[in-house]
């Protein structure tokens, strides 16, 4: 089964409530942004919080063009958990691919979705092993 649960902001009523119920069943809880809504919004449950993702194309549709102010939102969500949740982990989803991943890690992301830049190619593997070369670079920055 699962063991973490994450649902989009925009979609949930009762945040504060459905993060409880997430947490009650012994699932680790996530909040998914869409990319222009502000990480500002969850102040009031950030310590409650496991994971943010924060998506970099709007969700629905894959092949999108990566939105740049992705970089700006994870460093104010880095500056929005500082001494609140530090462990909190940070994914980003969409358009994540070999020519920013080692960005997003600059930034402050510590997870990613990455489904065209690896099933696009003919090569999988080969993109996985360079994007992990890429995430311990931008590590080592």
Avoid: W
């Avoid at 699932?27 to 993702?53: F, M, R, S």
């Avoid at 020519?99 to 999988?124: H, T």
């Amino acid at each position: 089964g699962a063991d973490r649960i994450t649902v989009h902001y925009e979609a949930c009523t009762h945040l504060h409530r459905t993060i409880q119920l997430i947490k009650s069943s012994g699932c680790k809880a996530g909040v998914a942004l869409n990319p222009h809504t502000p990480v500002t919004l969850l102040q009031d449950v950030i310590e409650d919080l496991d994971l943010v993702l924060i998506m970099s194309v709007n969700p629905g549709f894959g092949g999108q063009a990566f939105i740049h102010n992705t970089y700006k939102k994870i460093q104010d969500l880095k500056r929005l958990i500082q001494g609140v949740n530090d462990e909190l982990i940070i994914e980003v989803d969409g358009g994540v691919g070999l020519s920013n991943l080692a960005s997003l890690v600059v930034a402050g992301a510590n997870a990613f979705v990455a489904g065209n830049a690896i099933f696009a190619d003919e090569n999988p593997a080969e993109i996985i092993s360079k994007m992990k070369s890429l995430i311990t670079t931008g590590i080592s920055i």
